[in-house]
T-cell receptor
Framework: ETGVTQTPRHLVMGMTNKKSLKCEQH?????MYWYKQSAKKPLELMFV???????ENNSVPSRFSPECPNSSHLFLHLHTLQPEDSALYLCASSQDTVGLGNYEQYFGPGTRLTVT | GENVEQHPSTLSVQEGDSAVIKCTYSDSASNYFPWYKQELGKRPQLIID?????GEKKDQRIAVTLNKTAKHFSLHITETQPEDSAVYFC??????????FGKGTMLLVSP
C-alpha cells in the first residue's frame, strides 16, 4: 500500500541526537495524525492537524515537535529524547477530522524508534 | 472527553470457533464506531464500522452490534481462521472530535 508512507522505517538515536520523522499521504486528505504505539498504550494520539493547522496536542512533551507544511506532509522533530520514548510512531490521515463519513483513518507503516 | 474501554485484552480461540470483543464508551453523543485490525508488524486497517442509526452490520464473517442505551458495541467474528489472528482496536467518535481508541484485544486463533 502506498497511500500513507513513512520514513525512516527504523531509527536508532541517542538521547542527545536530533532527528525527524517524515510522513506523506497521497490520498488527498485534509487531516493528519501522529500516534505513539507502545506496549503500555497501544494507540496513543499525539497530534492532529487539519488543513495544516494543529487542532490537538495531547499533552505531548516539548521534546516532540510536529510540523505540517502542507496537507500532504507531516513531520515529527525529535530532540533530547528519553529511553521511554522508544516506540512505534504511526502517522495517519483522514479526509477530515469532523463530519460523518469522514472518519476512516489510513495509517502508515510506522517508524520503529529506539532511543539509547 | 470520550473514554473507550475494551475487553478482553487477550482472546484465544480454536479455529472455527466464534470470537467476541466488547467495548463500552462514555460519551452518549458518540455516533461512529469503527473497528481496526492490526496484524503483527503491519499497520492498523479499518475492517468494519457502524453508525448510531443502525443496531447491527455484517460483512461476511464479521459483524458489529451497537447498543446505544447501554453504550456498548461488540465485534463478532464467526468461523475464525488463523489469519484472523491480530490485534483489534475499537474506537468511538461524536462527530466533533477525533477518534478515541480502546486499548486493543490480541486475538489468537489456533489451528
Amino acid at each position: 500500500e502506498t497511500g500513507v508512507t513513512q520514513t525512516p522505517r527504523h531509527l536508532v538515536m541517542g538521547m542527545t541526537n536530533k532527528k525527524s520523522l517524515k510522513c506523506e499521504q497521497h490520498l488527498g486528505h485534509n487531516a493528519m495524525y501522529w500516534y505513539k504505539q507502545s506496549a503500555k498504550k497501544p494507540l496513543e494520539l499525539m497530534f492532529v492537524y487539519n488543513f495544516k493547522e494543529q487542532t490537538e496536542n495531547n499533552s505531548v512533551p516539548s521534546r516532540f515537535s510536529p510540523e505540517c507544511p502542507n496537507s500532504s506532509h507531516l513531520f515529527l522533530h525529535l530532540h533530547t529524547l528519553q529511553p521511554e520514548d522508544s516506540a512505534l510512531y504511526l502517522c495517519a490521515s483522514s479526509q477530515d477530522t469532523v463530519g460523518l463519513g469522514n472518519y476512516e483513518q489510513y495509517f502508515g507503516p510506522g517508524t520503529r524508534l529506539t532511543v539509547t | 472527553g470520550e473514554n473507550v474501554e475494551q475487553h478482553p485484552s487477550t482472546l484465544s480461540v480454536q479455529e472455527g470457533d466464534s470470537a467476541v470483543i466488547k467495548c463500552t464508551y462514555s460519551d452518549s453523543a458518540s455516533n461512529y464506531f469503527p473497528w481496526y485490525k492490526q496484524e503483527l508488524g503491519k499497520r492498523p486497517q479499518l475492517i468494519i464500522d457502524i453508525r448510531s442509526n443502525v443496531g447491527e452490520k455484517k460483512d461476511q464473517r464479521i459483524a458489529v452490534t451497537l447498543n446505544k442505551t447501554a453504550k456498548h458495541f461488540s465485534l463478532h467474528i464467526t468461523e475464525t481462521q488463523p489469519e484472523d489472528s491480530a490485534v483489534y482496536f475499537c474506537a468511538a467518535s461524536n462527530g466533533y472530535s477525533t477518534l478515541t481508541f480502546g486499548k486493543g484485544t490480541m486475538l489468537l486463533v489456533s489451528p
